[in-house]
Nanobody, 124 residues
Framework: QVQLVESGGGLVQAGGSLRLSCAAS????????MGWFRQAPGKERESVAA????????YYADSVKGRFTISKDNSKNTLYLQMNSLKPEDTAVYYC?????????????????WGQGTQVTVSS
Protein backbone atom coordinates (compact mmCIF):
# COMPACT_ATOMS: atom_id res chain seq x y z
CA GLN A 1 0.00 0.00 0.00
CA VAL A 2 1.26 3.45 -0.91
CA GLN A 3 -0.14 6.70 0.41
CA LEU A 4 0.39 9.91 -1.50
CA VAL A 5 -0.04 13.41 -0.10
CA GLU A 6 0.19 16.45 -2.39
CA SER A 7 1.06 19.96 -1.27
CA GLY A 8 2.15 23.26 -2.75
CA GLY A 9 -0.99 24.32 -4.55
CA GLY A 10 -2.44 27.78 -4.23
CA LEU A 11 -3.43 30.98 -5.97
CA VAL A 12 -0.92 32.61 -8.29
CA GLN A 13 -1.05 35.27 -10.98
CA ALA A 14 -0.50 34.41 -14.61
CA GLY A 15 3.20 34.18 -15.36
CA GLY A 16 4.01 33.07 -11.84
CA SER A 17 5.40 29.80 -10.53
CA LEU A 18 4.47 27.07 -8.10
CA ARG A 19 6.15 23.86 -7.03
CA LEU A 20 3.95 20.93 -6.17
CA SER A 21 5.21 18.16 -3.94
CA CYS A 22 3.90 14.65 -3.45
CA ALA A 23 5.13 12.79 -0.39
CA ALA A 24 4.88 9.03 -0.68
CA SER A 25 4.87 6.42 2.03
CA UNK A 26 6.44 3.03 1.56
CA UNK A 27 9.90 1.77 0.85
CA UNK A 28 9.35 0.97 -2.83
CA UNK A 29 8.95 4.55 -4.04
CA UNK A 30 12.12 4.30 -6.11
CA UNK A 31 10.69 1.42 -8.14
CA UNK A 32 7.41 3.14 -9.07
CA UNK A 33 6.53 5.23 -12.08
CA MET A 34 5.01 8.50 -10.90
CA GLY A 35 2.72 10.93 -12.60
CA TRP A 36 0.95 14.25 -12.22
CA PHE A 37 -2.59 14.58 -13.51
CA ARG A 38 -5.06 17.43 -13.36
CA GLN A 39 -8.78 17.95 -13.61
CA ALA A 40 -10.47 21.26 -14.25
CA PRO A 41 -14.17 21.82 -13.52
CA GLY A 42 -16.31 20.26 -16.20
CA LYS A 43 -13.36 18.59 -17.88
CA GLU A 44 -11.91 15.13 -17.88
CA ARG A 45 -8.76 14.31 -15.97
CA GLU A 46 -5.68 14.70 -18.10
CA SER A 47 -2.08 13.68 -17.82
CA VAL A 48 0.31 16.53 -17.17
CA ALA A 49 3.71 14.90 -16.64
CA ALA A 50 5.11 11.52 -15.70
CA UNK A 51 8.42 9.95 -14.85
CA UNK A 52 9.50 6.35 -14.98
CA UNK A 53 10.94 4.54 -11.99
CA UNK A 54 14.46 5.13 -13.30
CA UNK A 55 13.73 8.82 -13.95
CA UNK A 56 14.00 8.23 -17.70
CA UNK A 57 11.94 8.53 -19.76
CA UNK A 58 9.72 11.39 -18.79
CA TYR A 59 6.48 12.52 -20.39
CA TYR A 60 4.95 15.98 -20.71
CA ALA A 61 1.65 17.02 -22.18
CA ASP A 62 2.10 19.38 -25.11
CA SER A 63 0.33 22.11 -23.19
CA VAL A 64 3.00 22.20 -20.47
CA LYS A 65 6.19 21.38 -22.36
CA GLY A 66 8.90 23.93 -21.66
CA ARG A 67 7.02 25.28 -18.64
CA PHE A 68 6.70 22.33 -16.23
CA THR A 69 9.40 20.01 -14.94
CA ILE A 70 8.79 16.72 -13.16
CA SER A 71 11.39 15.24 -10.85
CA LYS A 72 11.66 12.90 -7.92
CA ASP A 73 13.94 12.51 -4.94
CA ASN A 74 14.10 8.87 -3.97
CA SER A 75 15.92 9.68 -0.73
CA LYS A 76 12.95 11.77 0.38
CA ASN A 77 10.22 9.64 -1.25
CA THR A 78 8.97 12.81 -2.87
CA LEU A 79 7.76 13.70 -6.34
CA TYR A 80 7.85 17.28 -7.57
CA LEU A 81 6.27 19.35 -10.29
CA GLN A 82 7.88 22.70 -10.93
CA MET A 83 5.40 24.89 -12.77
CA ASN A 84 6.62 28.09 -14.40
CA SER A 85 4.94 30.65 -16.65
CA LEU A 86 1.56 29.58 -15.35
CA LYS A 87 -1.53 30.36 -17.39
CA PRO A 88 -5.19 30.63 -16.35
CA GLU A 89 -5.85 27.43 -18.29
CA ASP A 90 -3.55 25.58 -15.87
CA THR A 91 -6.19 26.06 -13.17
CA ALA A 92 -7.24 22.63 -11.91
CA VAL A 93 -6.96 20.15 -9.09
CA TYR A 94 -3.59 18.42 -9.46
CA TYR A 95 -3.18 14.80 -8.43
CA CYS A 96 -0.09 12.69 -8.11
CA UNK A 97 -0.21 8.99 -8.81
CA UNK A 98 2.03 5.97 -8.44
CA UNK A 99 2.18 2.93 -10.65
CA UNK A 100 4.28 -0.08 -9.65
CA UNK A 101 4.03 -1.63 -13.10
CA UNK A 102 3.33 1.38 -15.28
CA UNK A 103 4.78 1.20 -18.76
CA UNK A 104 2.78 3.77 -20.72
CA UNK A 105 3.48 6.35 -18.06
CA UNK A 106 1.19 8.99 -19.60
CA UNK A 107 -1.91 6.81 -19.17
CA UNK A 108 -3.93 7.22 -15.98
CA UNK A 109 -5.03 3.58 -16.25
CA UNK A 110 -1.44 2.54 -15.52
CA UNK A 111 -1.56 4.04 -12.02
CA UNK A 112 -2.82 2.30 -8.91
CA UNK A 113 -2.34 4.80 -6.09
CA TRP A 114 -3.65 8.35 -6.10
CA GLY A 115 -3.36 11.34 -3.81
CA GLN A 116 -6.24 13.51 -2.69
CA GLY A 117 -5.29 16.42 -4.93
CA THR A 118 -4.19 20.01 -4.46
CA GLN A 119 -5.90 23.04 -6.00
CA VAL A 120 -3.96 25.29 -8.34
CA THR A 121 -5.65 28.53 -9.36
CA VAL A 122 -4.05 30.91 -11.83
CA SER A 123 -5.60 34.35 -12.09
CA SER A 124 -5.37 36.49 -15.21
Amino acid sequence: QVQLVESGGGLVQAGGSLRLSCAASGRTFSTYAMGWFRQAPGKERESVAAISWSSHPTYYADSVKGRFTISKDNSKNTLYLQMNSLKPEDTAVYYCAAGPTARDIQLSSEYVYWGQGTQVTVSS
